[in-house]
């Protein structure tokens, strides 16, 4: 089903509140402002959730070439998220291939992620109850 933007509202405000409490678990936190960027273990990583249902991350053009990696968390049937680990330049690569349909303000400016690249190629960094 694609997202009005009331739906892509509460997309946002789902994962920032949801990376505020990985980057809580991992012991970090966030940057600051509306971005889900962190350091952790000396890293720039950026932490992208999704419910358990969700097939795909989305990730801008623009941060994903000032990151080392990038962390997707998510959501187990169980309510926990795997956070896994897939190296910044590897997601940009992806991403070229597989930009968001939106046609909104993200048009042309976030690539897509999908659950099944990190979970076949990802690092698993930690499993996590929020």
Sequence with gaps: ???DRESGAEASRYGH???ERIAAALGTRLLGGA??????????VVIKCA????PEVGVSYRMVNTLDAVLGAFEDANGSYRVLRLPAQRCADLMAADPTASHGPSAGKVGMVRRAVFEQEGTLVAVVRI
């Design 17 to 19: 509140e949801c990376a």
């Design 35 to 44: 971005s889900n960027e962190c350091l952790l273990s000396g890293e720039r």
């Design 1 to 3: 089903m694609p997202q």
């Design 51 to 54: 419910h358990n249902a969700t």
